[in-house]
């Protein structure tokens, strides 16, 4: 079914690279996806935004990359730190006017200091 | 803190109890969301309102599940005659128009 998924369960990265985190989308109607952060015990935080327009957003230290034809997305993290350790979402809006997200199942960052 | 809180933020109780949730949005976000977060999955989509109108529902939400909204402000999910399979996070969410959808720090409900 359509659905939104990670191709990563958990990634290890040194203190100070960047991670990288994939995500895979199979509605291709989509045209709007979103990443959240998630720390253990607490909702998912916005990161950045991206809609189907858009090839690359940059915001603080992250980048999203849309890449339509192959139906992937990526979070850039630069200079990873130790308080980037959580889980990561890649979410889309399905659901016309409605808005609701659709998840996948999260990649899990550890940074290692 | 994203400005959406909810209460309690956790609850354990007995199977076969009510328990009730409340959510605060943002004051000026006219939509709100509830989801439901299991461990190690992402969070699943339940109700949304717009204002005080319950305008769509998953098929997760049991009849035993209900939602509310009565002035467009807060709203409360109760779920009746709690299942062991209920235990999660429970997560509200809300937005004005368009906007990205901030969420609250979520309930986790602990049924045994």
């Known amino acids: 079914g359509e659905s939104v998924g990670l191709h990563l369960p958990t990634l290890s990265v040194q203190e100070g690279d960047n991670s990288i985190i994939n995500c895979a989308y199979s509605?291709?109607?989509?045209?709007?996806f979103i990443w959240y952060k998630q720390e253990s015990g607490k909702g998912p935080q916005f990161i950045i935004d991206i809609r189907s327009n858009m090839d690359k957003r940059q915001g603080q230290r992250v980048t999203v990359l849309l890449n339509k034809t192959v139906k992937h997305l990526s979070l850039q993290i630069a200079a990873t730190q130790p308080g980037d350790s959580a889980v990561y979402f890649c979410?889309?809006?399905?659901?016309?006017?409605?808005?609701?997200?659709?998840f996948g199942k999260g990649t899990k960052l550890s940074v290692i200091p | 803190d994203t400005g959406v809180s909810q209460d309690p933020r956790h609850k354990i109780t007995k199977r076969g109890q009510n328990v009730t949730f409340r959510c605060d949005p943002i004051?000026?976000?006219?939509?709100l969301y509830w989801y439901r977060q299991t461990l190690g999955q992402g969070p699943e989509f339940l109700t949304y309102f717009q204002n005080e109108a319950q305008l769509e529902k998953s098929r997760l939400l049991s009849d035993r599940f209900s939602a509310e909204r009565p002035k467009g402000s807060f709203s409360t999910l109760e779920i009746q005659r709690t299942e062991q399979g209920d235990s999660a996070m429970y997560l509200c969410?809300?937005?004005?128009?368009?906007?990205?959808?901030?969420f609250g720090p979520g309930t986790r409900l602990l049924v045994l």
């Open positions: 969410a809300s937005l004005r128009g368009e906007e990205t959808q901030y």
């Open positions: 509605n291709s109607a989509s045209d709007y």
């Open positions: 004051s000026e976000h006219n939509r």
């Open positions: 979410a889309e809006i399905t659901g016309a006017g409605s808005y609701q997200l659709t």
